[in-house]
């Protein structure tokens, strides 16, 4: 009886069409690649507006009014309620804790731009829920004002013809 | 015989092995690049609005250098749950007058209209979700408005005298005639201050949200383009169809 020859095939995987798809991937998400300074949470508490404005953000201090507290580099500094900050943490139109976290994070910038050679440019970055009152964006703007900080940013979402 | 091939053919297929490239270090390469560019893939793009300090108390008038007879213009749009008021203090207003028949600052009132109101919320962001209010504030009309008090005569000589260049130069002030100064009431909310920032920011021409083509291209004209500041950078603005009126804005303390 002749001997069954085994036949030992080298199985290999053809990965080329699989690179090709990778690679198309890859261009794709390149492309979104996001490189901007400031990063957003979205939350049903902030619902920044729409602008037709295309200035892109630049890196700055950052603080957010949202429904429910107002944020300062992330770190929250002042609960918000019914559109409005409770009397015991104002002082006339100063919100008092608001005003000691960027005061701090004022003298920060200030000491960052000093060991860096520049000037502290006084730059806020100003995230607000489209149906927050004026009155409270004023407070906001009023305290940021105190502790010199002078220009303003309003981030917005991008939209609106262009 | 298993070979049936010629001894020439042997020689040939010798010398021309087939050479597969390994693949697998590009892979573990790109299955670590995915992840992380999927972490920082941008879904929304954000802008910003440049602003200055709000004035508590009464707008200072700016120190306009020109030695000219131009009136300054000092534009000031009152928000209220009403609508717009617009006023300022040159004669191109008429406000001087302090009321009256002839008194031409013009009250823009609110708009009643479903369709429009969801549209000035969401500006054609699909993922925007409409609060409809009706009535709501009638950004199209205050646009009008202001396109007419930026091409307003000043002094009488017959030129559009608040039409100047809105880019100036790294590090000078822009003039006093690209300033606006919004002064909403306490309730008014946020979203509402940033459309008047945008009606009165700039005329897109025919992409402009607040205008229907025909209104695009009578009122978006070139007597708004003004004369390049010599060394000033410029945006491309004129380029892109962009017609400055009043960018830079001033939030005061409110009417109330």
């Known amino acids: ?162 | 015989m298993s070979n049936h091939k010629k001894p020439s053919d042997r020689r040939r297929s010798r010398t021309q092995d087939e050479v597969t490239l390994n693949l697998l270090p590009f892979m573990n390469l790109m299955t670590l690049l995915i992840p992380f560019l999927l972490a920082s893939i941008q879904f929304v793009s954000l802008a910003v609005i440049d602003s200055s300090l709000p004035a508590i108390g009464q707008p200072q008038p700016s120190d306009d250098k020109e030695k000219d007879d131009t009136p300054p213009l000092n534009l000031t749009i009152g928000i209220t749950d009403e609508g717009f008021t617009v006023a300022g203090s040159a004669k191109v207003l008429g406000c001087e007058k302090g009321g009256g028949p002839n008194d031409k600052c013009t009250a823009v009132p609110l708009k009643n209209d479903t369709g429009y109101c969801g549209d000035t919320v969401c500006k054609g962001n699909p993922n925007c979700v409409p609060t409809n209010v009706t009535p709501c504030h009638d950004f199209a009309e205050l646009k009008k408005l202001v396109i007419q008090v930026k091409k307003a005569d000043g002094n009488g000589d017959g030129e559009a005298d608040y039409v100047k260049n809105c880019s100036p130069p790294e590090g000078e002030a822009p003039p006093e005639v690209c300033n606006v100064i919004l002064a909403p009431n306490p309730e008014i909310p946020y979203g509402v201050l940033v459309g008047v920032m945008d009606a009165t920011r700039s005329c897109r021409g025919q992409s402009d949200p607040h205008l229907t083509d025909s209104e695009a291209a009578e009122l978006c004209d070139d007597s708004l383009v003004a004369q390049a500041v010599p060394g000033a950078e410029g945006d491309g603005g004129a380029d892109k169809g962009d017609r400055d009126l009043f960018p830079y804005v001033v939030v005061a303390g409110g009417v109330k």
């Open chain 1, 1 to 162: 009886m002749p001997k069954r020859r085994t036949h030992e095939v080298d199985a290999e995987l053809n990965i080329t069409s699989l690179m090709d798809i990778m690679t198309i991937i890859l261009v794709f998400l390149l492309k979104s690649y996001s490189t901007e300074d400031i990063q957003i949470a979205p939350s049903e508490n902030l619902l920044l507006p729409v602008s037709s404005s295309d200035k892109p953000p630049e890196l700055a201090v950052n603080a957010v009014i949202s429904k429910v507290a107002i944020t300062v580099d992330g770190v929250d500094v002042v609960m918000v309620s019914g559109n409005q900050v409770g009397d015991q943490d104002k002082r006339g139109t100063l919100i008092t804790p608001l005003f000691d976290a960027l005061k701090a994070a004022a003298d920060q910038a200030k000491a960052n731009a000093a060991t860096t050679n520049t000037k502290f440019n006084g730059r806020l970055l100003l995230q607000c829920d489209r149906e927050i009152p004026f009155s409270l964006v004023r407070e906001v703007m009023y305290t940021a004002g105190q502790a010199q900080f002078a220009e303003f940013k309003f981030v917005v979402y991008q939209g609106g013809g262009g």
